[in-house]
């Protein structure tokens, strides 16, 4: 039987409560206190922050999954972590998320594309959790954070894709290499290979381009010192490029490259990388030297037509002169040797027919020493021998009758080349005397 308690033992024992009581409501205090410190922290995180139990089932879920997913907490307490995931993936990631709760360990920034609850859009998630136990080492469920990471997940992609693309570029280039050099802060006028496109040894015709100072150990002798003080004026410009010739040993010749790079730099203003691209251009120079030679082959054969011309024109000025002076000989010798002898003979006893004869010599005479007969036979009036004479004739106040009487054709002949005539002098239908247009052309 148990002993009655004195009231001093009665008392001590309700002080002691008290104590507890009070040690309790402090310890409440401070666990609500805890407990709305963690809210805060959790709803206004940029991750969500989340607990399920062993099964995968959420038990708790802050206020940011509605950010995130669309959803109040309220509507995921009671769901599956996985009835979230996009279809298309959704039996593949369960698959890896149950072997992780089957070994109960540590993970993080597991990526997983999740449906909103509009049912259209996808974001893409980081998650990350830690197992949970009881106080008799029992595994109760995860505790953990999803951060949304949709944006740098799909900036990600391009970047992968443009790097893929690159790549690509690199691998596939024939006549051309990309590459990229960098250095460092202790060594910033070393630079050494970070990447190059397996062509360049082809270009270059090195076994390896990978070692950078190879790069320039077959350069032409004439193109080495230009080359040089490119290289230097390229650490304070940040641009390079030059064209020159390296000795290709794979193929056993000279081969022209064009090198062309830009530097980058940091914070600091130390040149942390330079881009480029090495092109063969042995083709184009080559076509380029051809070009020049055949310019200039062109240049000498113009300049041999240039002279041929030139004396082509110093013949035909002194052949215009000849035939002047010849024109002018003959007729000082017909006026001279030959006119004299035709007066005589028109003061002699001659019948009308004998002195038609004698106007004929005297008209063909003048015609043929006449500078008016040239301008009229140029290939701008194009008249016929026939014309030229009746043109002649005309000129010389002879009438239509006493021409047809001179060369014994009928007058209508005569009209019908007077017409032809003015025709083509370009007067025809024009009130212009045919006599005194053609003695204004002497």
Known sequence: MRRKLSYEELQKRVRLLEKNAEKLERIKTKLQESEARFRDIADNALEWIWQVDSTGKYTYSSSVVKKI?????????????????????????????????EQKKFFRKFINRNVCKDGKTIVVLSTSGVPLFDEKGNFIGYRGADLDITDQYIAEK????????????MESATNFAVYRLISDEKTPHKLSVKFVSPSAKDILGIPDPIKFESWFENIHPDDRARMSKANRRAFETKIFNEEYRA?????????????ISTGGVDKKGWNRYVNG?????????????????????????????????TALNVLLEKRKVDQIELEEKISLNVESLIKPYLDKLRQGNLDERKKNILNIIQANLDEITSPFRRNLSSIHYNLT???????????????????????????????????????????????INLTSYLLSMD
Request: charged residues 40%; hydrophobic residues 35%; positive net charge.
């Open 158 to 169: 391009k970047l992968q894709e443009s790097e893929e693309h690159l790549r690509s570029l």
């Open 247 to 259: 000795y290709n040993e794979k193929k056993g010749e000279w081969r022209w490259v064009h090198a």
């Open 385 to 431: 021998p026939k014309e030229i004479q009746i043109a002649n004739f005309i000129r010389r106040g002879i009438t239509n009758k006493e021409i047809a009487d001179i060369l014994f054709v009928s007058v209508k002949t005569v009209e019908f080349h007077r017409d032809n005539i003015r025709k083509k002098l370009g007067i025809k239908n024009k009130k």
């Open 69 to 101: 997913l669309g959803y109040e907490p309220k509507e995921v307490l009671g769901k599956y972590y996985f009835d979230f995931f996009h279809p298309d993936k959704k039996k593949r990631l369960k698959k890896v998320t149950t072997e992780a709760f």
């Open 277 to 309: 691209i090495l092109i063969d251009i042995t083709e184009r120079k080559i076509a380029e030297e051809a070009l020049k030679s055949k310019d200039k082959e062109l240049g000498i054969k113009a300049k041999k037509l240039q002279d041929m011309n």
